[in-house]
C-alpha cells in the first residue's frame, strides 16, 4: 500500500516511521510512505505557507497554492483518495479502516493552524476523517493513527493474523482481559479456565468477557455486534 503524506512537519513522522510494527511494515514493504514538504511548494522567498483569514478572526490560514500543487505533484491517479483529516470529518471507526486498508494508495493532508483554505478543500480533497470529537493541533498525530490502524492490517505485518482478526473492535466487541506470567502477582491470581489448555473453553470465556465489557463500557457498540449477529 503506498502512502503519501503531506505536511509541514515531516519529522514529526521519524521515529513512527521507524519504531515497532509500523517500522517492521515499511521494512518488509507492506506499506510504502512518503513524505512531502507542503513548504517546498511555497512560491514566495519566505516560504510562507499560512497567512491571516479573510474576514478576520484568530488563527492563520493555511494557502491554497502550496497544498494543490504538493496534491498534484504525488497524484497518479484519478481516483486516488487524498483524506484531509479534520475534526469536521466523518469518525474513524474499524468500519472505516477495514474499507481503506484495502486501497492501492491514499495520500494524507494533514493541516496545521487554524484551517486549510476552503477553496483546496473543495477541488483536491475526496475524503474528510476525524479522529474523535476533541480539536488537535495539526493532522499529524491524526494520520499516525490512521497509518497504524490500516498498516497492521497489512498481509505479513503481524506474525499472527488471528491476533487481528480477534482485535478489540473487529467484530464489534471490545478487547477481554489478558494475562501472561507469573500466574499470581500480587494475590492476583489468572482466572482457571486460562490455564485449562482447553480451547474451545478458552474461546467461549473471552467471548462472554468481551460482550460483558461490551455492553457495560460501549452499549452504542454493544448494539452494532447484536445486529451484526442477527445477519449471520
Ligand atoms: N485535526 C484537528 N483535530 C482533529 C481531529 N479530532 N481529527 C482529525 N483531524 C484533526
Not at 18 to 39: L, Q
Not at 126 to 134: K, L, W
Not at 146 to 158: K, M, P, S, T
Request: hydrophobic share 40%; glycine share 6%.
Amino acid at each position: 500500500m503506498k502512502i503519501d503524506i503531506l505536511t509541514l512537519f515531516p519529522a514529526l513522522f521519524s521515529n513512527f516511521l521507524t519504531e515497532s510494527m509500523i517500522g517492521i511494515a515499511v521494512n518488509n514493504g507492506a506499506i510504502d510512505v512518503k513524505i512531502t514538504n507542503i513548504r517546498d511548494f511555497a512560491h514566495d522567498k519566505h516560504k510562507t505557507t499560512d497567512d491571516y483569514p479573510y474576514g478576520g478572526g484568530a488563527g492563520m490560514i493555511m494557502k491554497p497554492e502550496p497544498i494543490f500543487e504538493a496534491v498534484q505533484a504525488v497524484k497518479t491517479a484519478k481516483n486516488t483518495p487524498v483524506i484531509y483529516f479534520t475534526p469536521q470529518g466523518r469518525l474513524l471507526d474499524q468500519d472505516l479502516v477495514n474499507e481503506y486498508c484495502k486501497s492501492e494508495k491514499i495520500i494524507l493532508l494533514c493541516g496545521h493552524y487554524k484551517e486549510i483554505d476552503q477553496r483546496v478543500r473543495e477541488l483536491v480533497v475526496t475524503d474528510e476523517i476525524s479522529i474523535g470529537d476533541y480539536v488537535l493541533s495539526g493532522g499529524e498525530i491524526p494520520a499516525m493513527v490512521f497509518i497504524d490502524a490500516v498498516a497492521r492490517l497489512q498481509e505479513g505485518v503481524l506474525s499472527d493474523i488471528d491476533s487481528a482478526m480477534s482485535d478489540s473492535h473487529q467484530k464489534y466487541l471490545l478487547g477481554c482481559p489478558h494475562y501472561t506470567r507469573p500466574p499470581e502477582f500480587k494475590g492476583l491470581t489468572v482466572p482457571e479456565v486460562l490455564l485449562s489448555g482447553n480451547h474451545a473453553r478458552i474461546a467461549e470465556w473471552r467471548l462472554e468477557r468481551a460482550r460483558e465489557i461490551t455492553q457495560k463500557i460501549r452499549p452504542d457498540l454493544y448494539k452494532k455486534f447484536i445486529e451484526n449477529e442477527k445477519k449471520k
